[in-house]
């Protein structure tokens, strides 16, 4: 069974320090790798996705990566804000057809100081 | 563009009340839709996922039943609610040929 952990859990930094969040998953047979966010109380808002053919992304500040054959995600921030204060979830999606082979870490709540 | 609504955004219920959450999804047809669960300190986990209208795959035993009666429509609903049904609830969609998942904005459900 896959199981997708993400390191630290909690991770608080200054305002305008680059940052990276992990993300390791056990299973490498995967069809793409997801980066969401969310804030509290809300719904989960899609930042990144990376096809299993892929090295990374980029949107704006952020930078996501995959190392398929290592089992590893990372998602870097570059010059933190405190808007970027939120929970960051990944998810991969398995090879397997079916619905139901997407699979989340627990996440990491990020903190920006002002 | 792709839009998907929940309602309510918010519900407290007495325990053995019935449920019913509303799921909708906007800008797209055949979508695969979700109901998800996130409770307090705890990663998503799956409900139930529908691939057509009429069509409910349940991923674990419980007191939650699903309902697809339109393409774009998914109901979360119970019978009798138990303090255990408190949580979020999420519903999403993805399409079949782009594997990439959207959420709705959730339900915080109650139960008292």
């Known amino acids: 069974k896959q199981e997708v952990t993400q390191i630290p859990a909690a991770l608080s930094v200054p305002e305008g320090e680059n940052l990276v969040l992990n993300c390791s998953f056990t299973?490498?047979?995967?069809?793409?790798l997801q980066w969401f966010r969310q804030d509290p109380g809300k719904g989960l808002t899609s930042l990144l996705l990376?096809?299993?053919?892929?090295r990374e992304q980029t949107s704006g500040r952020l930078n996501a990566s995959l190392d398929k054959s290592s089992g590893r995600s990372t998602l870097y921030i570059a010059a933190s804000q405190p808007g970027d204060s939120a929970t960051y979830l990944c998810?991969?999606?398995?090879?397997?057809?079916?619905?139901?082979?997407?699979?989340f870490g627990t996440g990491t709540r990020l903190t920006v100081i002002p | 563009s792709q839009t998907i609504h929940q309602w309510p955004a918010t519900l407290v219920q007495p325990v053995g009340s019935p449920l019913s959450l509303e799921c909708t999804v906007e800008?797209?047809?055949?979508?695969?839709l979700y109901w998800y669960r996130q409770a307090a300190g705890r990663g998503l986990q799956l409900l139930f996922y529908?691939?057509?209208?009429?069509?409910i795959s349940s991923e674990v035993p419980q007191n939650l039943s699903a309902s697809r009666p339109q393409d774009r429509q998914f109901i979360l609903s119970s019978k009798k609610l138990l303090l255990s049904d408190s949580g979020f609830y999420l519903c999403?969609?993805?399409?079949?040929?782009?594997?990439?998942?959207?959420f709705g904005p959730g339900t915080r459900l109650t139960v008292l």
């Open positions: 999403a969609w993805r399409t079949a040929s782009y594997n990439e998942q959207f």
């Open positions: 299973d490498s047979a995967i069809y793409n």
């Open positions: 990376i096809q299993s053919s892929q």
């Open positions: 998810a991969v999606r398995l090879l397997q057809t079916g619905a139901n082979n997407l699979f």
């Open positions: 800008g797209t047809s055949n979508p695969n």
């Open positions: 529908s691939v057509g209208i009429g069509q």
